[in-house]
């Protein structure tokens, strides 16, 4: 089976940085991804990490360690507009499973 | 393009009732995946295209539900005799190559009284 483990929420504070963390245990998976998903909207792509390591896309880094089982989304100069849901996803198979959701407040 | 659209946006039915959903994808895109969401959830897979050909269902997923992509473009998801618990946003998503970048439409919401 697969399964992944997230924090339900998170609370940081407005230009701060915050680290979201996910555990997964699966096998023979291809990556980590990661989703935003805004109250009553879809979820939205923000990253993939195919390889252990760092990527960084602008504000928004996320770490992969496949010998950890292990990953995290690093948001950096928070703002308001990050108030979503975050969700981490392993690939297999040819599809997605999602960890249930970080959400993330920010206060001003 | 415009992105992945889903029609209708909401849905409100009587339990017992059939509700059709349907999807169109980004037109580049030859992979093409049903999820179902509920509050406080990530979204669950139910099922995926590749072209025209259904190549996984969930096991989760009841006889009750079935998908379609019958030229590879548009897919239309069905819900027979429909029950309370099937309430729930249903979620398109298509890819162009592989699984990892999934681009979701904005979803169809269902509400089963």
């Known amino acids: 089976g697969q399964s992944l483990e997230q924090p339900s929420e998170v609370t940081a504070v407005e230009g701060a940085i915050v680290q979201i963390n996910c555990t997964y245990q699966t096998s023979g998976f291809y990556g980590l991804s990661w989703y935003q998903q805004h109250d009553g909207g879809a979820p939205t792509f923000l990253s993939y990490?195919?390889?252990?390591g760092l990527e960084e896309t602008g504000r928004f880094s996320s770490f992969l360690s496949r010998s950890d089982s292990y990953g995290y989304l690093l948001l950096q100069e928070l703002q308001m507009k990050d108030s979503a849901s975050y969700f981490c996803?392993?690939?297999?198979?040819?599809?997605?499973?999602f960890g249930k959701g970080t959400r993330l407040h920010i206060l001003p | 393009d415009t992105g992945v659209s889903q029609d209708p946006r909401h849905k409100i039915t009587k339990r017992g009732q059939n509700v059709t959903f349907r999807c169109d994808p980004i037109?580049?895109?030859?992979?093409l995946y049903w999820y179902r969401q509920t509050l406080g959830q990530g979204p669950e897979f139910l099922t995926y295209?590749?072209?025209?050909?259904?190549?996984?269902k969930s096991r989760l997923l009841s006889d009750r539900f079935s998908a379609e992509r019958p030229k590879g473009s548009f897919s239309t998801l069905e819900i027979q005799r429909t029950e309370q618990g099937d309430s729930a946003m249903y979620l398109c998503?298509?890819?162009?190559?592989?699984?990892?970048?999934?681009?979701f439409g904005p979803g169809t919401r269902l509400l089963v009284l």
């Open positions: 990490n195919a390889l252990d």
């Open positions: 037109s580049e895109h030859n992979r």
């Open positions: 998503a298509s890819s162009p190559r592989s699984e990892e970048t999934q681009y």
């Open positions: 996803a392993v690939g297999r198979d040819d599809k997605i499973i």
């Open positions: 295209f590749q072209n025209e050909a259904q190549l996984e």
